[in-house]
């Protein structure tokens, strides 16, 4: 449970500071600017912060926001550091400065990225789980004898 609210949380902080810098970011005559792109940061880590407070019991909730906390940390880290340019639709996003909301997101997405890992390996698949509680394994073909 405390990796479910951790996690959650660091998504959260995520959402909440790309959500806030969206409008910030909006540049007219764009097909996708880099607000709208934030406000779907801000939607997907909302969703998933969600998913892992109710289903942290799945490992693909957990992949998912491992993949979204990971996506999210390496972007920021990309654009910080190397000038990319435009792609195809997507906008310049190169900006080499490290502010506070930037800087907190960051830091939220490399926590959710740790715990999320640490949820996934943790969380082990039903055949695993029932292996380790001692369930019957199934016999081998050994002829039938007996």
Known sequence: MF???VTAAALA???YVHAGLAAAFD?????ITQGTLFRLEAAVASLVALLVLLFGRRRPVWALAFLVSV??????LLYRYVNVGPLGPLPNMYEPVWWPDKTASAIAEAVGAVTALGGFLITGSPRSASTRAGAPQSDKADGGGG
């Open 27 to 31: 540049r007219v005559g764009q097909q």
């Open 13 to 15: 902080v995520n959402a």
């Open 71 to 76: 996506s999210a940390l390496g972007a920021v």
């Open 3 to 5: 990796l479910q609210v």
